[in-house]
């Protein structure tokens, strides 16, 4: 059985241990002992050195040989000083995720925590921790401290401590009475000269500095005593962190309020399922309710039929029986019997033959099976839900569907035509439903390439409005069908007329009043006045007796102009000239 943990190891990735529950300042979140040379990252989470060593590279990774298992244990990033090709591009933060860019010199290049080395340090003075080394020989366990250098001494190295003049005078004090200190200050070295001390800060460059760095390659660069200006560089810190709690108080507020929003919508989100889930349950009692409605009145319309339907059968099976009984007897007679014994039972065959002659009787079935169930149709109202479905027991007989509308005999060329279907069922009662597949062709009888499209309108409640424009004079054929059979009455003929001619006279008197007394003015009536006057006057010959249009002659004042062709261009000028007057 394979090691879970090594096999973690072999792959430079091993499985961080679970964080506290506290997040701690003097601990590393990766392995949770006390900080060992903490590093900082651009995202300000701390981690040891030897933590970030052991991560996997996030990005650039064609550095390492592909037959190369220097990644199995984490030591890609311990010999990068070693390894002539650049070091990986970046590495993904374990705490945020955040990708950093790591410096040319490898983790070793990030800024050291010495926050967290002090939070360490104090956390061993309390016990807590694994014991102080010494900052001199870094072999034994430190047992005091010396307050003018700041270094944690061992037994060995502050006996030697003592016996130099240049330190015998230092004030040195045990660990264990510095228990209740919160902060113990240790000496910064510069990383370019380890036996400098940092005191100094290069403006130009933004960085502390030590001595040798001022007159090397800090040399005519502006720079001052930390302590000189840590008030500037302080302040303009702090001013950023007052800008950074207001942002975090924003954020806070906003999470709290998200957070409050998620709580009430789950609340909200419960209350309406509820609500739903009651409705759906409603629902569902009333559809069952409703099915158990619709297959009662199925079962009572089947037995109601079938009832019927056995009744007229019984009928007719007594009436087939008994004129069975009758032709066989008469034949029987006829072939068996002699003259006497014919017109001895003569009598009693015909009455008997005439009498069941006379029965009337339905030779088609009284009931069919034209049951339909209609989705759509609206049901019923159980528990205040509005269900659907119905069962219908009248269907459409499209012989029985009749046409109003317009007179189809009466029509005009270019004149919309609108026709109304009125749909009945068998036995002639309205079918107050729509839903009927309605079909309608429009042809006309001497042209076979004229056909006109017409448009069928479902008005839902068993009426079927058509429309269409005849475009051609003549006569049409008009064939309505329901479910692929002719209404009562299709197909029917129309005849559409040319358009309306409107008169181009006018509708006057006579010829001389209308125009003023001008002896070439015409009119269509043909009567003329002596003197000269060449169109009608009151009382003379060929005038009508009453108004009449001048442009043909009619005497109705709403009609059509019957003057198809002008008899001469001459007339037709004085008729125009006529109505100009």
């Known amino acids: 059985m394979s090691d879970p943990q090594g096999e973690d190891e072999r792959n430079g990735t091993p499985e961080a241990p679970a964080a506290p529950e506290e997040p701690s300042w003097s601990r590393c979140p990766l392995c949770t002992q006390p900080f060992s040379a903490p590093r ?7 981690f040891c050195t030897a933590c970030l060593g052991r991560l996997e590279p996030f990005s650039d990774l064609a550095f390492r040989h592909e037959d190369s298992d220097s990644g199995s244990d984490g030591s890609w990033l311990r010999g990068q000083q070693q390894n002539p090709q650049p070091p990986p591009l ?24 010495h926050v967290a080395l002090n939070e360490a340090l104090l956390e061993a003075l309390r016990g807590v921790g694994l014991g102080v080394a ?10 005091k401290r010396c307050q003018a250098c700041r270094l944690c001494l061992c037994h060995f190295c502050c006996q030697a401590h003592k016996r130099q003049k240049k330190t015998a005078s230092h004030a040195v004090v045990e660990l264990r009475d510095l228990k209740g200190y919160t902060r113990l200050e240790k000496p910064i070295h510069c990383p370019a000269h380890p036996s400098e001390e940092l005191r100094l800060f290069c403006e130009r460059c933004d960085l502390p500095v030590c001595q040798e760095c001022v007159v090397g390659a800090h040399r005519q660069h502006p720079y001052n005593m930390a302590a000189n200006i840590i008030h500037k560089h302080g302040d303009s810190i702090r001013e950023l962190v007052k800008i950074t709690q207001q942002h975090v108080g924003t954020l806070r507020g906003a999470l709290s309020q998200i957070e409050e929003a998620g709580e009430s919508l789950d609340r909200r989100t419960e209350a309406v399922a509820l609500e739903i889930r009651a409705f759906a349950d409603g629902y569902v009692r009333a559809v069952e309710e409703h099915r158990g409605r619709l297959l009662r009145t199925l079962e009572e319309l089947r037995v109601q039929r079938e009832t019927q339907l056995q009744l007229q059968k019984a009928q007719l099976q007594q009436l087939l029986q008994d004129m ?10 006829l072939t068996s019997g002699s003259d006497l014994e014919i017109l001895l039972t003569k009598g009693v065959v015909e ?5 069941l002659n006379n029965v009337d009787y339905h030779p088609h079935p009284v009931a069919d099976d034209r049951i339909q169930f209609s989705p759509h149709e609206k049901g019923a109202l159980i528990q205040s839900y509005e269900i659907f479905g119905a069962v219908l027991n009248r269907a459409t007989d499209p012989s029985k569907c009749v046409m109003q509308g317009k007179d189809v005999g009466r029509l005009r060329q270019s004149e919309p035509v609108g026709l109304m279907l009125l749909c009945k069922d068998g036995s002639g009662e309205r079918v107050e439903r729509g839903g009927e597949p309605v079909r309608v062709t429009v042809s006309h009888r001497e042209r076979k390439d004229c056909a006109i499209k017409a448009i069928v309108c479902d008005n839902q409640d068993g009426t079927y409005h058509i429309s269409f424009t005849p475009e051609e004079p003549g006569r049409y054929a008009i064939s309505i069908f329901v479910r692929g059979q002719h209404v009562q009455g299709s197909p029917f003929t129309m005849t559409v007329k040319n358009k309306f001619r409107q008169h ?12 003023g007394g ?16 060449q169109g009608c006057g009151h ?9 009449h249009w001048s442009c043909c002659g009619n005497v109705a004042e709403a009609s059509e102009c019957s003057l198809k062709q002008p008899r001469e261009d001459s007339l037709q000028r004085s008729l125009l000239r006529t109505v100009a007057l």
């Open 324 to 333: 069975q009984t009758g032709v066989d007897f008469t034949e029987r007679l």
């Open 539 to 547: 009382g003379h010959k060929g005038h009508p007796g009453s108004p």
């Open 351 to 355: 009455n008997r033959l005439r009498r």
């Open 504 to 515: 181009r006279g006018l509708f006057h008197c006579c010829t001389f009043c209308s125009s």
């Open 518 to 533: 001008q002896k070439a003015a015409r009119c269509a009536c043909g009567g003329t006045m002596p003197g000269g006057y």
């Open 90 to 113: 970046s590495i993904l933060c374990p705490v945020c995720d955040t990708e950093v860019d790591l410096p040319p010199t490898g983790v070793e290049g990030l800024p050291t925590d």
């Open 40 to 46: 900082i990252l651009p995202c300000l989470h701390t």
């Open 134 to 143: 010494c900052d001199l020989c870094a072999d034994g366990e430190a047992v």
